[in-house]
């Protein structure tokens, strides 16, 4: 199985500045037909998750351009330009390589 | 627009059975696959189950395998998950999910998810 590392596994952050989280794989998540099966997820405090990111760096539609996200191969960043009050909650990072697996998620504060 | 309705989750005694279901609207279910996923409380998240748009293939993680099922009634638009022989381990919000968009291959559209505690 493909494990997937996220770090940091908490990060508070001030409104209005950066946060970056990171998402590592134990393996290539370059499929066979060439594209990268990674995406990310929001889940705020009592809600199911909510896709923000698919293949490594497509905005999921409604998401705002203040996230973004980039990476190859087994190392991928979410980045969010700045934090807004409504940003806090539990992110995720996915693979759909092979089967799929997910990060332990990274939960945004505000400080 | 896509709905996924969650129903069937409760208390359950360990070893006894359960039966999930999950309606769809929206859009043509027949033609997706769709996914069971889990979150065990104040945890994270672990795929359970998928199986295929009429039904022939079916998939599970190795957790669930030999003892969960998973089916489709395309006439009725609905999901569903047979859970035999559970666990305490088995406690979580299982959400119903697809991958809507084909280009995505990501979890685009989630159901609000049903609670299954096991416990006795």
């Known amino acids: 199985d493909i494990v997937m590392t996220q770090t940091p596994l908490s990060s508070p952050v001030t409104l209005g500045q950066p946060a970056s989280i990171s998402c590592r794989s134990s393996q290539s998540l370059v499929h066979s037909d060439g594209n990268t099966y990674l995406s990310w997820l929001q889940q705020r405090p009592g809600q199911p998750p909510r896709l923000l990111i698919y293949k490594i760096s497509n905005r999921f539609s409604g998401v705002p351009d203040r996230f973004s996200g980039s990476g190859a191969g087994t190392d991928f960043t979410l980045k969010i330009s700045r934090v807004e009050a409504e940003d806090v909650g539990v992110y995720y990072c996915?693979?759909?390589?092979?089967?799929?697996?997910f990060g332990q998620g990274t939960k945004l504060e505000i400080k | 627009q896509v709905q996924l309705v969650e129903s069937g989750g409760g208390v359950v005694q360990p070893g006894r059975s359960l039966r999930l279901s999950c309606a769809a609207s929206g859009f043509t279910f027949n033609i997706y696959g769709v996914h069971w996923v889990r979150q065990a409380p104040g945890k994270g998240l672990d795929w359970v189950a998928a199986?295929?748009?009429?039904?022939?293939?079916?998939f599970f993680a190795d957790s669930v395998k030999g003892r969960f099922t998973i089916s489709r009634d395309n006439s009725k638009n609905t999901l569903y998950l047979q859970m035999n022989s559970l666990r305490t381990e088995d406690t979580a919000v299982y959400y119903c999910?697809?991958?809507?968009?084909?280009?995505?291959?990501?979890?685009?559209?989630w159901g609000q998810g049903t609670l299954v505690a096991v416990s006795s």
């Open positions: 199986i295929s748009s009429d039904g022939g293939d079916k």
């Open positions: 996915m693979q759909a390589t092979q089967s799929y697996t």
């Open positions: 999910v697809i991958m809507y968009y084909v280009d995505s291959w990501a979890f685009d559209y």
